[in-house]
């Protein structure tokens, strides 16, 4: 059944977040509250399957051994299974601990060693090599699950004896004030740090962000308050958005991963669109590029026309003759808003950015454009554009029960029931929250008479008490600080090192026309790889290094190294030895250190042979 609640009839405010999908089948019963992708589209998901969706895997989680308070770290691609895993580790009292999907090998070992999560959900076997190489040290570390493997029906499994009643008792022991999530993310002294958050900061921020969304949800007919969370809203952003929706009844969709986000939107037809301002700009484009196409220099002029009167309606700019142009270019506002599937009444941008020509121009065909500015120290939102009241350039007014303030060198200073208390197992790291409550954004702005906020950029990194790496705006996804790079190319064996596979590497450059590496790999997880995929015992440790799988998998170890370094430093041939150099073969000081000009001898044939022309990859 294609419906939802109307949002006059929110939830009850809950104290904890295990208790939304409890709250959410009493009010809602069989109807829609989710949709979730599959191959053909979506798949309406009522209130009470998602109820027994999310019991089933907390029951999983408690059969696994997570008790209250215990973290679960979960690093596995935004969307319906990402969120249901997060309901259920706070249905069962556990606290979740976000990581990006595809976050470096480093980013996860240093997760892992410093939030001694309980249990992983990771995203593939890549990811579970990692956890695997530090099973000596994270002793407390029980069951590693990848959703590329028998997926969550693996984590709701030993679980399967239970009875519900066990998961709704970790329900009401829970408390506004136990921590929810530990998301990852660069502090102030460039450090990566758990930014800590109590499921009153997350309820708190969600609840703010509906209540100045309801005058436009108001507007809308009952069940036609649908929104579709677009690839702009990656991290914890799409499950704040999803516990948003479920409080007042708004159904959630999520974009089919891996497929056309405009060609979603236009199929889909949301009545709400969570997408980034790029999206927006591009739609336009796009729409400006085929009436130029179709009709030649007279559609070009005529699209061009359109867009200065859709920008005078948005400015409010009233002239005799809008009504008459309105009917006659209606044409070209058509194309834009069919582009947005034709029922789409509000875009939320969480990053703000959109140039206010493009914010004009959107107003004037009938859809609000809504910008907003927080952090992931915030729980979400901060600020946000009051519907109907179009400000380009600014991400509107803070939200209720949240305050706004600038300090006298311009930086943004925010306080409120949304703002996190500091950093896990960092108390050095958490200069960032001032007295009385005050966090520094990192960012600096102005704010109007109004109390709507522009921002003017990141904080100088030579500012007093700033930095140069600050913390994220939310939704945008922030690892460990990048490395220089240099031409020793020391760091590039520093981030090979990174991968769970890898045991040692020297890079070649210097007097050579381009970068090269010889690699090693580390025999235990070679072992763990023969186990993995199923190779006979009969098959040498030295032939598994050299089979195609394994090449293919350093290649693309090298290809994440060399994305965003200079051209003339990217590593371009690499060639995989079967052994580890040791000191036996007179390779290895017993300091550990590398014997480089010994190795430079050793394998001199395979060397040269990386630099023969073609100069190609050759995958070993």
């Not at 506004?176 to 997350?202: E, M, P």
């Not at 008479?449 to 939704?475: I, K």
Request: aromatic share 6%.
């Amino acid at each position: 059944m294609r419906q939802s609640r109307t949002p006059d009839s929110p939830l009850p405010r809950p104290e904890v977040l295990g208790e939304l999908v409890y709250l959410c089948a009493q009010r809602d019963g069989d109807d829609t509250v989710l949709q979730r992708p599959v191959e053909d589209g979506w798949r309406d998901v009522g209130a009470t399957e998602f109820l027994t969706s999310v019991t089933k895997l907390a029951k999983g989680l408690i059969a696994a051994g997570v008790s209250r308070g215990d973290r679960v770290l979960v690093a596995v691609p935004d969307g319906y299974e990402r969120t249901l895993l997060a309901l259920a580790v706070w249905a069962a009292g556990g606290v979740v601990v976000w990581l990006p999907p595809r976050c470096s090998p480093g980013l996860l070992r240093w997760a892992l060693r410093d939030s001694r999560p309980a249990v992983a959900v990771l995203r593939d076997q890549r990811q579970a090599w990692v956890a695997a190489s530090l099973q000596h040290e994270l002793v407390d570390l029980g069951r590693v699950w990848t959703l590329d493997g028998a997926g969550l029906e693996a984590i709701a499994k030993p679980g399967a004896y239970m009875d519900g009643t066990a998961v709704r008792f970790r329900v009401e022991e829970g408390s506004a004030q136990d921590t929810a999530l530990i998301y990852y993310t660069t502090t102030a002294r460039r450090r990566v740090r758990g930014a800590v958050l109590s499921h009153r900061n997350l309820l708190a921020a969600a609840s703010a962000a509906l209540q100045r969304l309801s005058p436009l949800l108001r507007d809308l007919p009952p069940g036609e308050a649908v929104t579709l969370l677009g690839p702009g809203t990656p991290g914890f952003v799409g499950c704040v958005a999803a516990v948003a929706g479920i409080l007042g009844g708004v159904r959630i969709a999520f974009a089919q991963p891996g497929q056309s986000f405009a060609h979603q939107v236009r199929e889909f037809a949301p009545t709400l669109l969570v997408a980034d301002a790029a999206f927006l700009t591009g739609v336009y484009e796009v729409e400006r590029s085929r009436a130029q196409q179709q009709g030649g220099w007279d559609g070009a002029q005529g699209f061009e026309t359109a867009t200065r009167l859709a920008v005078d309606l948005g400015q409010k700019k009233r002239r005799p003759w809008q009504r008459m142009s309105r009917a006659i270019y209606d044409w070209a506002f058509a194309r834009v808003r069919d582009a947005l599937g034709g029922r789409v009444r509000a875009v939320l941008c969480p990053q703000g950015g959109l140039e206010p020509r493009m914010a004009h121009y959107y107003e004037g065909l009938g859809i609000s454009v809504l910008e907003g500015f927080g952090l992931v120290q915030t729980g979400g939102l901060v600020t946000l554009t009051v519907p109907g009241e179009c400000r380009p350039g600014t991400v509107g007014p803070a939200l209720d029960g949240t305050e706004v303030k600038i300090a006298d060198d311009s930086e943004v200073l925010v306080r409120g029931p949304g703002v996190f208390t500091g950093y896990h197992n960092a108390v050095g790291d958490s200069e960032q929250v001032l007295p009385d409550g005050w966090l520094a954004t990192g960012w600096l702005g102005d704010l109007d008479e109004q109390g709507h906020l522009s921002l003017r950029g990141r904080r100088d990194s030579l500012r007093p008490r700033g930095s140069a790496e600050l913390p994220p705006v939310v939704g945008q996804v922030v690892e460990a600080p990048a490395r220089a790079v240099t031409a020793d190319y020391a760091a590039l064996e520093t981030r090979l090192l990174e991968h769970p596979l890898i045991s040692q590497v020297i890079v070649l450059g210097e007097g050579r026309p381009y970068a090269t590496a010889l690699i090693t790999l580390k025999r235990e997880q070679l072992e763990y790889w023969r186990l993995v995929n199923n190779l006979p015992l009969s098959v040498p440790v030295e032939q598994i290094a050299l089979t195609p799988e394994v090449g293919a998998e350093i290649r693309r170890a090298v290809e994440e190294v060399n994305n965003g370094i200079p051209p003339e430093l990217t590593i371009r041939a690499f060639h995989v030895l079967p052994e580890e150099f040791s000191q036996a073969s007179g390779l290895l000081l017993p300091s550990g250190r590398l014997r480089r000009d010994a190795v430079l001898r050793a394998f001199a044939e395979e060397i040269e042979a990386l630099y023969e022309p073609p100069p190609l990859d050759r995958g070993r």
